[in-house]
């Protein structure tokens, strides 16, 4: 059964540094997202993407934030420079139809 | 402000019981997921309830949605231990543009043997 991956699995970074967390959705969905999860919270959306555009954003999604479709199989989140508060499991999501189907996440920790 | 908020219950039953947990959720929605994740791991979509819908199955999986009370429930059938995880209720809705989806806190069960 196709599935939604990421990489890496899990990703310590010092603060004010830059990341990269990729995400290969479902092959024939169109719509892609991006959530997160800090410890023992709720998830989040951060931001969705369909037609090699975004569609919406919520207000974590700052400038600090970009997405980028670079081919047509990769979905990528570009945190510029981490904060402490940016560690959290960001987990990516795509669609086709109502249902969205997520990968198994990227924990990221900032130091 | 935040739709889908489950009660926050920890519930533990033993294996072969069944295990009813709740959801509501504020504004008007078009569509209501219930997803599960295991203890750090990703998000495992389960089941999709539209808004004109009063009932679905899946499997051992029974949910039901109110839109009257804003409420959904999920009832999952002679539990099993590998059911033990965190059930999540999503909701998709226009109020908050029909791309997002709102989640609650998550309803921790644990299926003893």
């Known amino acids: 059964e196709p599935e939604v991956t990421q990489t890496p699995s899990h990703q310590v970074t010092q603060m004010g540094q830059e990341v990269i967390l990729r995400c290969v959705p479902i092959?024939?969905?169109?719509?892609f997202y991006w959530y997160r999860q800090i410890l023992g919270q709720k998830v989040e959306f951060l931001v969705s993407?369909?037609?090699?555009?975004?569609?919406?954003k919520s207000e974590i999604f700052d400038d600090q934030f970009s997405v980028e479709r670079p081919d047509g199989s990769n979905f990528t989140l570009k945190i510029r420079s981490t904060k402490l508060e940016d560690s959290a499991m960001y987990f990516c999501?795509?669609?086709?139809?109502?249902?969205?189907?997520f990968g198994p996440g990227t924990r990221l920790t900032v130091l | 402000s935040q739709q889908g908020e489950e009660d926050p219950q920890a519930l533990s039953i033993q294996e072969g019981e069944n295990a009813t947990m709740n959801c509501s959720y504020k504004?008007?929605?078009?569509?209501l997921q219930w997803y599960r994740q295991n203890s750090g791991r990703g998000l495992v979509h389960l089941i999709l309830?539209?808004?004109?819908?009063r009932e679905k199955h899946s499997g051992r999986l029974r949910v039901t949605l109110d839109t009257s009370k804003k409420s959904s429930s999920l009832l999952i059938t002679a539990s099993r231990a590998a059911d033990t995880a965190s059930y999540f209720c999503a909701t998709g809705s226009a109020v908050y543009g029909n791309n997002r989806l709102a989640f609650g806190k998550g309803n921790q069960v644990v299926v003893i043997p």
């Open positions: 092959s024939n969905h169109l719509y």
């Open positions: 999501a795509s669609r086709v139809q109502r249902e969205q189907f």
């Open positions: 309830i539209r808004s004109n819908e």
């Open positions: 993407f369909y037609n090699n555009e975004i569609s919406e």
């Open positions: 504004t008007s929605i078009n569509n």
